[in-house]
């Protein structure tokens, strides 16, 4: 399938295979930990073992005075150096200080007391270890609706309710919608907490150049410029001396968008020590300390006419914030909000959330980050009306679908939906399945008494953020194109992907607007000594704004090209393409080379025209996309055992234009695995005293190659006006879709024993249970 | 302790702490940073490589287990400007996105089929139980190892 292309053939849409597969097939890829620099120092960090306790006393003198031991750090040293950054706001909202390290008390378990450095990680482990902490514990609180019980331990002293933030929204009159229902269906959905778990780890190299006052941050992020720009003014570091370079980054799902306390402490630690000092996270410290998603105990009532019309939905949100914010925590479950009416046209809706502190790790955006949560919700009850109403499931969708005459939509929550065919995915994935013989099967099936279940979930993600008003640190994206006298191509992009395989597809973009040869193409991001400034990679964004910023940055290109090119064939009627110009009535061309080389030589100029041949953009995006699809899932439980066995799995997505295949069937198998896994496998489990049950991949099921199923993938195309690339966004579709269409169908299998919900995970146990006890577990 | 070893076809001898776990020793000593470390407990197999012919967790093992042994690592698999067939694969079929997991899942992948050279779809999954992928969902790791079994990593 190795895909050669001549520059007469069109890049864009070809499955081409990537660019940066070369350094990470043969392992030569440079991650944070494969960074090692001459006389690098290595830190280790001690954390707490408590959810909560007040410390009395940390002993650091044994530490201190082990061999190979440079420093060690507490909160006492780090406690003015500044506190880790939040980016997100609301009205009334209640902000702990997140301290570096802790100073007279944890909040939860991992919560970072000391920073111990040395001459090799080995012995900075050693030096962690002997340091003694004189804790005194107290009652934690590890679950959300506990915590807002009257009585519950606060999470902070100061805030006795542990409620961090209230906010409502509501749209048309949803007290008429409800008078005036025939039916009402209520259900409280959990969307358990989940960890992240990119198969790299944070990490981070932090060099500080004292003669120069200059800071070189290597760390695994996905948002290198606004690292430099938070972690440059917490510790005054002046900003144009401080580079962040993302490396290789090892994924990262959202869960490397924050700026953390170890990035801010390695800096620090470097400045103090004058060497460079590397911090490399353990799988165990990812699991406690980096953010986790979802997180939400919903309430949900739909009402609805007998025919199935939707007339109205309420939501209250308990968001699990855990014990203080990362960069986004707060604002995660507005997305949830935003996005409650999923694809259905009804006007009346109204939201409330609680944010509730909790003595665990703080949650934040994770892979669809407050949609999942939504698209599940509304999915389910949409499920339980259908079953009220002895509906068919894809009957009660179609019904209520936002009708294509429709767009620009605008939502009961504010947004403006587009452009969508939302009937399209639905129908296409039921013919791919083969819908009306499936459930013949089943009518049979049920007869010999087997469990065999059809489900469906027809989402809508909002995406490509996004306009800047909409976004904490600005949503627009940049781009440079240069094309060097030799004639080659540079792209440097403000995003910064990880596994995205942008290199590739932003190539295939340049190579057609260019009219050369892919290989002649290079796209670099990730550093920002070299990139102009960038917001990054999340939200499913890369491709809809930074590819849009790149297509607007090689149209200016075009025209100094085209300027150049009438000079040297001295005509005014000139035509490029095929990475030529040419003149249309003599026939006469020069190439881009030839163009290239004559703008840096600059013997002779175009009138008003600077020499050199580099374009810079930066693209504002006029609204957010929205992807649509439609997933339907095969599943048989096994009665004796209760496992679930997923027989067929048919995904339709429609993310705009596709520009390259390969990639987004990767996306969408990728995102369907970790939306299978929250449906299946996947939970963060916290006992009572808020000790992470689940912390380590022991414990925590991680979905393997041996549990997935083949996944059959299919697309409509309806392009969004919102960009001129039509593209609008694949990274968080599957992870979307996934886990409601899995949950409907484990339901529509057990609904002959009188289920009507389950809550996720549907673990062989639970489901055991269900199935032998008849009740809803 | 002294430890001699073959990696890659090079001969190595080192004085190590009896503590030193295979991987560092890699990573650290020797510099071959294609092996990852995804977990530290063995269940990821991001720093899988073959040690006398089988494929191992590196995490798990001191170097010092590996005095007189023969490795090869993600590094060894092309020969001079020619992949390896698995490799080629990987590329073909888009089977890496981050890249973190690869060079374990390559090595696991070789070692399918250096066990059976005709392997059914399960035979793959199970085979490929013990390394831990969170990007792609395994689809095109899967189609990577049928193309490189139809031969030549088409």
């Known amino acids: 399938m190795a895909t050669t292309i001549t520059k007469t053939d069109t890049l864009v849409g070809k499955r081409i295979r990537r660019r940066e597969d070369p350094r990470l097939i043969t392992g030569t890829a440079t991650y944070v930990d494969d960074i090692k620099m001459p006389g690098m120092y290595y830190a280790a960090i001690l954390r707490s073992p408590h959810a909560a306790a007040k410390i009395r006393s940390i002993d650091t003198s044994k530490a201190a005075a082990l061999k190979g031991v440079a420093a060690v750090f507490t909160g006492k040293d780090t406690e003015k150096a500044g506190a880790v950054p939040c980016g997100a706001s609301l009205p009334g909202l209640r902000v702990p200080h997140h301290h570096l390290l802790a100073t007279d008390r944890v909040y939860m378990v991992g919560h970072p007391v000391a920073v111990v450095v040395a ?5 900075a482990r050693d030096g962690a270890d002997l340091i003694e902490v004189d804790y005194e514990p107290e009652q934690a609180v590890a679950d959300p609706e506990k915590a807002l019980e009257p009585g519950a331990h606060a999470v902070h002293p100061q805030w006795a309710d542990n409620i961090a933030f209230t906010f409502h929204q509501e749209g048309g009159d949803v007290a008429k919608a409800f008078a005036e229902a025939d039916v009402i269906v209520k259900q409280r959905i959990v969307s358990q907490r989940l960890v992240p778990n990119a198969m790299e780890t944070r990490g981070v190299v932090a060099e500080w150049r004292a003669a120069e006052r200059a800071m070189t941050l290597y760390t695994s992020t996905q948002a290198p410029h606004l690292v430099r720009s938070l972690v440059a003014q917490i510790l005054g570091i002046e900003e144009n001396r401080f580079r962040v370079v ?18 801010i402490l390695m800096a620090y630690v470097s400045m103090k020590i004058h060497k460079p000092v590397k911090w490399i996270e353990s799988r165990r410290e990812n699991f406690l300390c980096t953010i986790h998603g979802r997180g939400h105990v919903d309430y949900y009532e739909i009402a609805a006419q007998r025919d199935g019309t939707i007339l109205g939905i309420k939501l209250k949100i308990i968001q699990d914030l855990g014990a203080y914010f990362t960069l986004l925590t707060p604002a995660i479950p507005t997305l949830s909000v935003l996005m409650m009416p999923g694809l259905y046209r009804t006007p009346n809706v109204s939201a409330d959330i609680v944010g509730a502190f909790t003595n665990c790790a703080p949650t934040d955006a994770y892979r669809g980050a407050g949609r999942p949560e939504a698209t ?3 999915e389910r009850m949409v499920d339980m009306l259908a079953a009220e109403l002895q509906m068919d499931p894809a009957e009660i969708r179609l019904k209520n679908f936002v009708r294509n005459e429709e767009f620009p939509f605008p939502t009961a929550t504010g947004l403006v939906y587009d452009s969508g065919d939302y009937s399209a995915p639905l129908k296409k994935v039921m ?7 499936l459930r013949a099967e089943q009518v049979e099936a049920r007869k010999q008494g087997k469990l065999m279940g059809i489900g469906l979930s027809t989402y809508g993600e909002i995406c490509a953020f996004g306009p800047s008003p909409a976004t904490p640190a600005g949503g627009w994206e940049s781009a440079t194109v240069k094309i060097e006298p030799s004639g080659k191509v540079t792209v440097l992009t403000g995003i910064s992907p990880h596994g995205q395989g942008e290199e590739t597809t932003f190539a295939q973009i340049a190579g057609d607007e260019l009219g050369v040869d892919i290989d002649d193409v290079l796209v670099s991001h990730g550093d920002t000594s070299l990139v ?10 890369s491709t809809a704004v930074g590819g849009t910023a ?27 393409s095929g990475g030529r110009c040419t003149d249309n009535k003599t026939g006469k061309s020069v190439s881009l080379k030839e163009i290239a080389g004559a703008s840096y030589r600059a013997m002779k100029l175009p009138p008003n025209t600077e020499p050199g041949m580099v374009a810079t953009y930066f693209w504002e995006p006029p609204n957010f996309t929205f992807p649509f699809g439609a997933h339907l899932v095969v599943t048989d439980v096994d009665r004796d055992t209760g496992a679930v066995s997923i027989r067929r799995y048919v995904a339709v997505d429609d993310c705009g234009n596709i520009l390259n295949p390969l990639i987004v069937d990767g996306q969408v198998h990728g995102g369907v695995a970790q939306g299978i896994g929250q449906a299946l496998w996947e939970q963060a489990v916290y006992d009572d005293s808020g000790q992470l049950v689940t912390g380590e991949f022991t414990d925590y099921t991680m979905p393997r190659a041996h549990m997935m199923p083949w996944i059959e993938s299919g697309h409509t195309v309806t392009p969004t006006p919102v960009n001129p690339l039509g593209v609008k966004g694949v990274g968080e579709a599957g992870t979307i879709g996934a886990s409601p269409a899995v949950v409907n169908s484990v339901v529509d299998a057990l609904s002959p024993l009188g289920v009507r919900h389950l809550d996720m995970p549907l673990t062989p146990e639970k489901l055991w249970k269900v199935i ?6 | 302790m002294n430890i001699s070893l073959t990696i890659n076809g090079n001969n190595y001898a080192h004085d190590v702490e009896p503590r030193l776990l295979l991987i560092h020793y890699l990573r650290e000593t020797l510099g071959l940073t294609g092996p990852h470390i995804g977990c530290e407990t063995s269940l990821c197999g991001a720093c899988t490589i073959e040690l006398n012919g089988k494929a191992v967790k590196s995490c798990t093992m001191f170097a010092v287990q590996a005095d007189g042994a023969t490795l090869v690592t993600i590094e ?10 698995m490799q080629e694969a990987f590329w073909n079929q888009h089977g890496a996105q981050c890249g973190f997991c690869t060079p374990g899942m390559i090595m696991t992948s070789k070692q399918i089929l250096d066990r059976n050279p005709d392997p059914s779809e399960q035979e793959i999954r199970h085979g490929l139980e013990g390394n831990i992928c969170r990007c792609t969902g395994y689809q095109h790791i899967v189609n990577a190892v049928k193309a490189a079994a139809a031969g030549a990593g088409k």
């Open chain 2, 76 to 85: 060894g698999l092309a020969t001079v400007g020619k992949l390896h067939a």
């Open chain 1, 119 to 123: 001459a090799d990680r080995y012995i």
């Open chain 1, 532 to 541: 102009q400034y960038g917001i990054g990679t999340f939200g499913s964004r």
């Open chain 1, 431 to 437: 013919e791919m399945a083969g819908y009306d013989k």
């Open chain 1, 772 to 777: 032998s006890t008849g009740r809803n577990a």
């Open chain 1, 550 to 576: 790149l297509y607007f940055a090689l149209q200016e290109l075009k025209t100094k090209i085209k300027k150049f090119g009438a000079m040297m064939l001295e005509s005014e009627d000139i035509t490029f």
């Open chain 1, 376 to 378: 599940h919700g509304i």
């Open chain 1, 246 to 263: 993302a490396p290789e980054v090892g994924g990262g799902f959202g869960s490397k968008i924050q700026t953390y306390a170890e990035e």
